[in-house]
């Protein structure tokens, strides 16, 4: 697995995909750099593959308003309010002031930072604050949350709405019959959650490190 971008595919396909598709902008490219050389575990970061199949995902199902779980310093949120009308909404919850501090910087940078809201706090707490409906919702904080996130989601979530949640793979865990880490154990238990659900249409995508794409049948 390529490391750095935590893809199953190689460095030279990762990079041919990302080339094949829309390009990201000027201020992502910058957001990333700056990620990737000053801020730790930035292999967190979604990047411009799974950046552009977010914004592409948001375009197709007409999104308006949209909720993620985990900004970090906040590439996908970005990505996902370029991809919004100028009266859309990206509601954002992280529980780090630090690292989404740098997110703050960049969205000032863009004629779209004006579309993201920020919540601060666990996002477990957070969420209870929000009403719906989002359009597409985002999953993308800490693992062991991942059940509750979508839960959550699914009470918001308008009727031709979008679930996406990522790390799905979780760096190939998923296919050890107890996974070795805490987290692997939970997207485990998530995808498990996903599949009994029979009211959910879904398919999981090997992109980067693993995207589940959810809806209501
Ligand atoms: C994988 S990163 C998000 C990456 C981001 N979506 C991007 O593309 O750059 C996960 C984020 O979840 C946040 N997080 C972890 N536990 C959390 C919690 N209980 N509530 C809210 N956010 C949490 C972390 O602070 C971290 O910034």
């Known amino acids: 697995m390529s490391d750095s ?5 190689s460095e030279a396909l990762d990079s041919y995909c990302i080339r094949q598709s829309n390009p990201h902008s000027k201020t992502l490219a910058e957001l990333e ?7 730790p575990a930035s292999m967190m970061l979604t990047g411009p593959l799974e950046g552009a199949l977010l914004a592409f995902l948001c375009r ?19 990505t996902l309010a370029e991809a919004l009308p100028a009266d859309g909404e990206v509601v954002t919850l992280d529980i780090d002031p630090e690292n989404t501090s740098v997110a703050k910087k960049y969205w ?8 993201i809201r920020l919540l601060l706090g666990a996002a477990s707490e957070t969420v209870s604050q929000l009403k719906g409906p989002f359009d597409l919702v985002f999953i993308d904080a800490d693992k062991p ?10 009470e918001m979530l308008s009727p031709k709405g979008l679930v ?4 799905c793979l979780f760096q190939g865990e998923v296919l050890q019959s107890k996974p070795s880490s805490g987290n ?14 029979s009211s959910l249409d879904r398919v999981l995508l090997p992109v980067r490190d693993g995207v589940y794409l959810i809806r209501r049948r």
């Open 5 to 9: 971008k935590l893809s199953f595919v």
């Open 33 to 39: 750099s700056f990620t990737r050389a000053n801020v």
């Open 60 to 78: 197709l199902v007409g999104a308006k308003r949209v909720l993620e779980f985990g900004t970090y310093t906040g590439y996908s949120a970005l």
């Open 108 to 115: 000032a940078q863009s004629a779209h930072g004006g579309k």
């Open 145 to 154: 949350g991942y059940i509750g996130y979508l839960d959550a989601a699914l």
């Open 164 to 167: 996406v949640a990522d790390n």
């Open 184 to 197: 692997g154990a939970a997207i485990a238990r998530f995808n498990q959650r996903v599949l009994s659900d």
